[in-house]
């Protein structure tokens, strides 16, 4: 069987499966419960100075039968006494030593950090994550994504923190900027062990059309949230891999963050370059027990592909993400539907028609549709509709010798000059007439 154990940085896990900085590491109690479930490592709720929460928290987009595809909170840090947090570390310790316990940390000046950091030091964590993510509440007061929005200021308190620390240092970003890069370099340059992202993003997810005010109403009024859970995945992936690619910062561990709930989800953050991941609004939907589908999907994987260890694969997708200069031109699949399949439900026809490229026709006395080969584009469109699995498949119609990229024309000197262009993809192709549109008056 594959080892899933991980050394972080220096932190051991028995395997990448941590917790993130959240409610379910709020307390000792749940994360020896957690580690009881399977577990590898838990970063506590943030630790820091004092705070008080408000009352609602927590909002929710439901889509359609899917409750919480997205999630958000306009929660603070911990607001336990710090006391009583270092001493359930301690304890946690006890009774889970090969277990990875983070302390995550959020405070103001350099004598706060400096003190914190022996505080958790001497309680027994086996490593720090700085909070430099939360949108909400903190940031206010310039902590959380007020620092992570500034690189400067981020690489000064990274500096600080490095100037004590004794135990490996995570710093946590925040996805509120348009280039991640950005603070991921600054956190690098400032020293920082390893990097983890996502946190959560600036968000309103919806208002209550009676209290006039946004989700979650507080008396009457509400504020931004931090949006996460499985809707930000996509844009967690994007920002691990800017990251992985980038030549500065490559050699630092991830720890990716961001709409895990799955073992598919954890390999693929681990093809994008993390080596461990964490998990907050999976684990308060359905409880700890979602580790154990996380690990046995995981070894099968493994075991399928022929992986020993977590770091045969970390990063393996890496090579394969481009940029779309970098794209076969010539490559070409069009949309076969399997009639055999089709229930006949037109939401293909629609789709193309409306949305895309005319390339689907319903011939009459049937309600089987039909792809018209050559003003298919090979959009994907009508197979993304399609409610039957496998029904619509995108087939391959080149032969595989002709290679062509942009960046190749460019180097070439061949890039367009005119719409005449031979390659161009719209020269020449199908269009209605616009009076079309009019016939069903006749
Ligand atoms: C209710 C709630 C409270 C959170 N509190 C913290 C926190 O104290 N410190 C922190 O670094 N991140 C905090 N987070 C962010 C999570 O650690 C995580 O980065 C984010 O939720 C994305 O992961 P997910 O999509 O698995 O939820 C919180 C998230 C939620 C939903
Ligand atoms: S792939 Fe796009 S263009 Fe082709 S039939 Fe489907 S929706 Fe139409
Ligand atoms: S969407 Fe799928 S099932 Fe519906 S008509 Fe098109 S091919 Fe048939």
């Given at each position: 069987?594959?080892?899933?154990?991980?050394?972080?940085?220096?932190?051991?896990?028995?395997?990448?499966?941590?917790?993130?900085?959240?409610?379910?590491?709020?307390?000792?109690?749940?994360?020896?419960?957690?580690?009881?479930?399977?577990?590898?490592?838990?970063?506590?709720?943030?630790?820091?100075?004092?705070?008080?929460?408000v009352?609602s928290r927590y909002a929710s987009i439901n889509y359609?039968?899917?409750?919480m595809a997205g999630f958000t909170n306009i929660e603070l840090?911990?607001?336990?006494?710090?006391?009583?947090?270092?001493?359930?570390?301690?304890?946690?310790?006890?009774?889970?030593?090969?277990?990875?316990?983070?302390?995550?940390?959020?405070?103001?000046?350099?004598?706060?950090?400096?003190?914190?950091?022996?505080?958790?030091?001497?309680?027994?964590?086996?490593?720090?994550?700085?909070?430099?993510g939360c949108p909400h509440g903190m940031c206010e007061?310039?902590?959380g994504s007020?620092?992570?929005q500034?690189?400067?200021?981020?690489?000064?308190?990274?500096?600080?923190?490095?100037?004590?620390?004794?135990?490996?240092?995570?710093?946590?970003?925040t996805p509120n900027?348009?280039?991640?890069?950005?603070?991921?370099?600054?956190?690098?340059?400032?020293?920082?062990?390893?990097?983890?992202?996502v946190n959560t993003f600036k968000s309103i997810v919806g208002l209550d059309l009676d209290a006039y005010a946004p989700y979650p109403v507080v008396d009457g009024k509400g504020t931004n949230g931090g949006y996460c859970g499985p809707a930000v995945?996509?844009i967690?992936?994007?920002?691990?891999?800017?990251?992985?690619?980038?030549?500065?910062?490559?050699?630092?561990?991830?720890?990716?963050?961001?709409?895990?709930?799955?073992?598919?989800?954890?390999?693929?953050?681990?093809?994008?370059?993390?080596?461990?991941?964490?998990?907050?609004t999976?684990?308060?939907?359905?409880?700890?027990?979602?580790?154990?589908?996380?690990?046995?999907?995981?070894?099968?994987?493994?075991?399928?592909?022929?992986?020993?260890?977590?770091?045969?694969?970390?990063?393996?997708?890496?090579?394969?993400?481009?940029?779309?200069?970098?794209?076969?031109?010539?490559?070409?699949?069009?949309?076969?539907?399997?009639?055999?399949?089709?229930?006949?439900?037109?939401?293909?026809?629609?789709?193309?028609?409306?949305?895309?490229?005319?390339?689907?026709?319903?011939?009459?006395?049937?309600?089987?549709?039909?792809?018209?080969?050559?003003?298919?584009?090979?959009?994907?469109?009508?197979?993304?509709?399609?409610?039957?699995?496998?029904?619509?498949?995108?087939?391959?119609?080149?032969?595989?010798?002709?290679?062509?990229?942009?960046?190749?024309?460019?180097?070439?000197?061949?890039?367009?000059?005119?719409?005449?262009?031979?390659?161009?993809?719209?020269?020449?192709?199908?269009?209605?007439?616009?009076?079309?549109?009019?016939?069903?008056?006749?």
């Amino acid at each position: 069987m594959a080892d899933l154990s991980i050394d972080f940085a220096g932190i051991k896990s028995p395997n990448p499966f941590w917790l993130a900085s959240a409610p379910p590491t709020n307390s000792g109690y749940q994360i020896m419960k957690a580690f009881e479930a399977g577990w590898g490592g838990a970063v506590w709720k943030t630790l820091g100075v004092p705070v008080i929460n408000v009352s609602s928290r927590y909002a929710s987009i439901n889509y359609r039968d899917t409750r919480m595809a997205g999630f958000t909170n306009i929660e603070l840090i911990t607001d336990r006494p710090l006391a009583d947090n270092l001493r359930e570390i301690s304890e946690v310790k006890k009774y889970f030593p090969d277990h990875a316990v983070i302390a995550s940390l959020m405070v103001e000046t350099k004598e706060q950090w400096h003190q914190i950091i022996k505080d958790v030091e001497n309680a027994g964590a086996d490593g720090i994550e700085l909070n430099f993510g939360c949108p909400h509440g903190m940031c206010e007061r310039g902590m959380g994504s007020a620092v992570g929005q500034e690189p400067a200021v981020l690489k000064t308190i990274v500096e600080w923190v490095m100037e004590v620390a004794q135990i490996p240092v995570i710093t946590k970003l925040t996805p509120n900027i348009s280039h991640i890069v950005d603070p991921g370099l600054a956190a690098v340059q400032g020293g920082t062990d390893a990097l983890s992202l996502v946190n959560t993003f600036k968000s309103i997810v919806g208002l209550d059309l009676d209290a006039y005010a946004p989700y979650p109403v507080v008396d009457g009024k509400g504020t931004n949230g931090g949006y996460c859970g499985p809707a930000v995945k996509p844009i967690a992936l994007e920002m691990v891999k800017e990251l992985a690619k980038h030549p500065e910062i490559q050699k630092t561990p991830i720890s990716g963050i961001g709409g895990i709930e799955n073992w598919r989800d954890v390999v693929e953050f681990i093809l994008l370059g993390a080596s461990s991941v964490q998990v907050c609004t999976a684990a308060m939907h359905y409880g700890f027990g979602i580790v154990r589908e996380m690990e046995a999907g995981l070894l099968q994987f493994m075991d399928e592909k022929g992986y020993n260890t977590i770091y045969d694969f970390v990063g393996k997708a890496l090579p394969n993400v481009t940029e779309w200069k970098h794209l076969n031109m010539k490559h070409k699949v069009v949309a076969e539907i399997n009639k055999d399949k089709c229930i006949g439900c037109d939401l293909c026809y629609i789709a193309c028609d409306d949305g895309a490229h005319q390339a689907i026709r319903i011939p009459d006395g049937t309600r089987i549709p039909e792809v018209i080969d050559e003003n298919c584009v090979g959009c994907n469109l009508c197979s993304l509709v399609c409610p039957v699995e496998e029904c619509i498949t995108m087939e391959k119609r080149d032969d595989g010798s002709q290679h062509l990229t942009w960046d190749e024309r460019t180097a070439a000197g061949n890039i367009p000059t005119t719409f005449n262009d031979d390659l161009a993809g719209g020269k020449g192709h199908y269009v209605p007439d616009p009076a079309d549109a009019l016939k069903h008056r006749s």
